[in-house]
């Protein structure tokens, strides 16, 4: 038969902190917590299958739970020396919620079961202290009529109608009709008649009798706990989180110990080091006389722990020595020491103290921010509690964004006045005045001013007013439109998709949830969280901390995988190299059509597309040609030694047809034709599907010149470097295929300059490789075959996913959240490798490939190159590197490193 209750107390336990699965987090650590002999309230845990076995069966307990639970608790009246329901000596429990993770705020929890008439006058007697008895016994009224009897009986009352906020009004009027400023001014005759009127109001709201006997309240406690499990708020957490359903909470029944007995008890909260900072500080707060949810309740400000935890709001209360002596607060400093030596790690504790007794009620270890898990990781192995992988392990990938990039301070935003939410598509924080157009941001950057560009969506054409912003914010779009991609690719702080902004770009203002902002206005964004907030809030420097410097060195010593950068400008490579990159994975040359400079070489790229025989063309690409050598030359020369991927051209055609007349009437003078034939022209090259239309290779199996141009300015700039007495080491990357016979049309044009460069330039080779972007599905299934002539292979996974999926990357959303929600897929593939579809495709590319050229390179170059765990997919797929934008480089490093020591396990 399956045990269902698990005891603990007295310096033993039937269960300890791995066991989270069964015991819920809370039951497990406590557990820990009585076996390594810290003061824990005696108690049981109810384990989490017998909550489901609970919930399935429609809230029958299974039958021997009955007995167990008896027996458990005879075992703690034992340790009490007191006895649950007794007249005389009354032993009164918590039932308290605990799922296997934490689930803040989301279930319940009921204190101080037991008390009833019959129970009431013997506590009374035994305590001395007949106000406290009442205290406890409003407190009772309260959580269990609101957990019990409405939420577990599934009553929905409307906001502010329940009777928990009932209760809260009539014990606030009493408040406020004696002029108190405290629930510990109440009187016990006040406390006394609260409770009786509380009963009342109890029984008009919900129709029954507040239970008068310990037995009904324990059993109606445990399973409301268990219901709890179902609650409303539980369950969308749940979604959020990615939280099985099926895990279900434990409930963990604990004797009382009273916080609430007056000055000489209290109850608190602590950190065993600043979560915040990482600190090596003891970090907390308590409030005197006071129980349970007290302190984080914000009814009272709390007092600080110590002298290093006091601040502006609580620097007149007393610290815990202050007020309780030296001895008490000394006890929970060597408890915060075991408890660290233990778990070694930082943690999150729960603490009561009944008339200077200590004792602990919860801990689990604690959440931090990034620059406080980068600080006690270092510090922590300095220590020597934890050794370098652990250290390693400790950060989250995701978590050096906060180190990389100015933040919202999290305390200020607390109380900002948030305007809307999108997603997060660009990291950090930004604040700035609003502005509607590229220009304007421009503008007012050049006046030394912050500005924000909203814009309903980006395009290339923004790109230079997107460089200017400190922040971006678009009303549609998903994580990979344009000004994501753009946005993440400069680690600048960005938020798409806030579909609630009716943005009117002409009049300069814009409109959301009936408030109206005009240009000029201060917002600030949080791009980590995509939330949108009215005037500047405090920012946190991205603090240079030194420490990351060693603490990267030491991930790179455990990687095994590469990582390098798609960059597409030299300076983009220089800030790749500073964050750590081994190469650039993807340079794109159409970088050079936007933005700064780009008015002559993207004129003469739209001669070149509107061209229409290959004379016109050539002479196009003639005089394009300096400018394609010169950036492809600049960025080998900076990335030397290092290997550069150069992708040929994949020019979207209608992001660069032209569409304003004095463009058109230039480029009818040029080519020596009429406007009319440059609109028909114009015309021809609109085509219905672009994303699968004319573009990467096919645009060079139609016009090789074209490709040709461009193998011709790779190869010239790698030999005058190489005379120049440096090291590029150029890859040349065909995009978009589908079968070898691309590759082997383009590579003939290659074996024809090829040797042709060299000998012209005295050498006798180039170090240079020719290989393939994989985005088809085809390319993947073909593996081999593509094998034969490509060299190496980067998974191209932005269109590798979109024509897996056969998800537009452009329009995606209008249903993505629709499918995250409904849970058709479970991430965005756009942002995180879709594992089961696409990654097949790369498994079967990469067995497929090496089959056929054992050392051929593979790499991914896709925006899920930067995101964690797809770089743990890719190692594990056996890839050598990853390619991500240069402010994700070291989140890949990270993941790359922790990829490494997971599957070394
Ligand atoms: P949560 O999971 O929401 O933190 P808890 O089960 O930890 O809920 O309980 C809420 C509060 O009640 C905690 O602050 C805890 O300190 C207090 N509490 C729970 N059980 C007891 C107990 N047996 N004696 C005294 N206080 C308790
Ligand atoms: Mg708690
Ligand atoms: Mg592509």
Known sequence: MKKFVYCFGNGEAEGDASQTELLGGKGANLAEMAQIGLPVPPGFTITTECCNQYLNSGGVYPDQLQEEVQAAMIMVEKIMDMKFGDPESPLLVSCRSGGRQSMPGMMETVLNVGLASSTIPGLIKKTGNERFVYDAYRRLIMMYSDVVMEKAEGIEPEDGHGVRAQLDRMLGAVKKARGYESDTDLSTEELKVLCEQFKLRVKETLGSEFPDTPEDQLWGAIGAVFKSWNGKRAKSYRRIENIPDDWGTAVTVQSMVFGNMGDTSGTGVAFTRNPATGENLFYGEWVPNAQGEDVVAGIRTPNPLNNETKNDQNDHLPSLSDAMGADVYGELDNVRDTLEKRYKDMLDIEFTIQ??????????????????????????????????????????PLQLNELLHPIVDPEAEKTAVLITKGLPAGPGGAQGRIVFTSEDAVELTKQGRSAILVREETSPEDVEGMRAAKGILTARGGMTSHAALVARGWGKCCIVGAGALEINAKAKKLKVNGKTYVEGDIITLNGSRGLVYEDRIKMMDATKNPRLAAFMQMVDESRTMGVRANADTP???RQAKEFGAEGIGLFRTEHMFYGANSEAPLFLLRKMILSENQKERESALEDLYPFVKSTIKNTLEEMNGMPVTIRLLDPPLHEFVPHMKDMQVELAKVLDIDLAEVRKRCDALQETNPMMGHRGVRLGITYPEITKMQLKAILESAAELINEGKNPI?????????????????????????????????????????????????????????AETAEFFSFGTNDLTQLTFGFSRDDTGGFMNDYLEKGIIGVDPFQSIDTSGVGELIKIAVERGRATRKDIKIGICGEQGGDPASVRFCYKAGLDYVSCSPFRVPIARLAAAQAAIMEAK
């Open 730 to 786: 150029p890859e040349i990357m065909v995009p978009v295929t589908c079968d070898v016979k691309e590759l082997n049309i383009t590579k003939i044009i290659f074996d024809q300059i090829y040797p042709e460069v060299y000998a012209n330039h005295g050498l006798k080779s180039i170090n240079i490789k020719y290989g393939t972007m994989v985005e088809t599905p085809r390319a993947a299934l073909l593996g081999d075959k593509m």
């Open 571 to 573: 300076e983009d490579a």
């Open 355 to 396: 008339d200077k007794k200590l004792f602990m009620l919860q801990c689990r270890v604690g959440k931090r921010t990034g620059t406080a898990a980068l600080n006690m990781a270092m510090d922590m192995l300095e220590e020597g509690l934890i050794d370098k992988n652990t250290a390693i392990m400790r950060v989250k």
